[in-house]
């Protein structure tokens, strides 16, 4: 029996091809990278720093375009418009960040999900972070809570405004909304380092619903310059009063 080696030959390169081509295809792929790695930590912040702002560069380190579906920030975080949504291989975009760190000492997270057509990371996470330091702590609590509103009752709100810096602070310009809600803390009142001035809010409603309130004040810290307090309450029906 003759064999044809010259058949064989072509049926083996042809295999080859089609299998070469096939690999191929698997490994061709975008792939999502955030340049400077998967965290941003700014470290130790004011409250006048707020809101942060930063830059995520993402790359496409694959070989095949790389397509931006979505960029979706948590509460808290903003994220503008990514400049390029569709990456070309070694392509690069740029996603402007602002962060706000609110009101709560401490360190602060957000996240940045960035959405993508890579196989293998289609939903990558990006984390920021930033620990706010207050030279002013309102405790125990940042706002007022009236328990036991009722009508023709006065209640009372007590909270305490600490001093955790190395400089006296004086307080001035003290303002309340509604001006039915009187406080004992004075324009002028200075505390000291360590030192905590304790503020009370009155209220005597004169009908049912809600209290909504609001204490601001301006600080003499340059890096807390202004304190603003809120507090709120449901105010119940009396029987003595006439809560209309």
């Given at each position: 029996?003759?064999?044809?080696?010259?058949?064989?030959?072509?049926?083996?390169?042809?295999?080859?091809?089609?299998?070469?081509?096939?690999?191929?295809?698997?490994?061709?792929?975008?792939?999502?990278?955030?340049?400077?790695?998967?965290?941003?930590?700014?470290?130790?912040?004011?409250?006048?720093?707020?809101?942060?702002?930063?830059?995520?560069?993402?790359?496409?380190?694959?070989?095949?375009?790389?397509?931006?579906?979505?960029?979706?920030?948590?509460?808290?975080?903003?994220?503008?418009?990514?400049?390029?949504?569709?990456?070309?291989?070694?392509?690069?975009?740029?996603?402007?960040?602002?962060?706000?760190?609110?009101?709560?000492?401490?360190?602060?997270?957000?996240?940045?999900?960035?959405?993508?057509?890579?196989?293998?990371?289609?939903?990558?996470?990006?984390?920021?972070?930033?620990?706010?330091?207050?030279?002013?702590?309102?405790?125990?609590?940042?706002?007022?809570?009236?328990?036991?509103?009722?009508?023709?009752?006065?209640?009372?709100?007590?909270?305490?405004?600490?001093?955790?810096?190395?400089?006296?602070?004086?307080?001035?310009?003290?303002?309340?909304?509604?001006?039915?809600?009187?406080?004992?803390?004075?324009?002028g009142k200075v505390i000291k380092p360590g030192e905590?001035?304790?503020?009370?809010?009155?209220?005597?409603?004169?009908?049912?619903?809600?209290?909504?309130?609001?204490?601001?004040?301006?600080?003499?810290?340059?890096?807390?310059?202004?304190?603003?307090?809120?507090?709120?309450?449901?105010?119940?029906?009396?029987?003595?009063?006439?809560?209309?």
């Amino acid at each position: 029996m003759k064999i044809n080696y010259s058949s064989n030959k072509t049926y083996s390169i042809l295999l080859l091809f089609v299998f070469s081509f096939a690999f191929g295809s698997m490994l061709a792929q975008p792939k999502l990278e955030i340049i400077g790695g998967d965290k941003y930590d700014w470290g130790k912040v004011k409250p006048k720093d707020s809101p942060l702002k930063t830059k995520v560069i993402v790359k496409n380190i694959g070989n095949e375009d790389l397509k931006i579906l979505n960029v979706k920030p948590s509460c808290g975080c903003t994220a503008a418009p990514i400049d390029k949504n569709i990456l070309k291989p070694n392509e690069t975009a740029t996603i402007d960040l602002s962060f706000n760190v609110g009101t709560n000492p401490g360190v602060n997270s957000k996240t940045l999900t960035i959405t993508t057509n890579d196989p293998n990371n289609s939903s990558k996470i990006f984390r920021l972070q930033a620990e706010l330091v207050k030279p002013i702590v309102i405790s125990p609590a940042g706002y007022f809570t009236f328990t036991t509103l009722k009508v023709g009752t006065e209640t009372a709100s007590t909270l305490y405004i600490e001093n955790v810096s190395d400089k006296e602070i004086k307080l001035s310009n003290i303002e309340v909304n509604p001006s039915n809600v009187k406080i004992n803390l004075k324009d002028g009142k200075v505390i000291k380092p360590g030192e905590k001035a304790e503020i009370t809010a009155r209220y005597t409603p004169d009908k049912s619903g809600y209290l909504n309130c609001t204490v601001t004040m301006k600080t003499s810290h340059p890096d807390q310059n202004e304190i603003t307090i809120t507090g709120y309450g449901k105010i119940e029906d009396s029987a003595v009063f006439n809560n209309k």
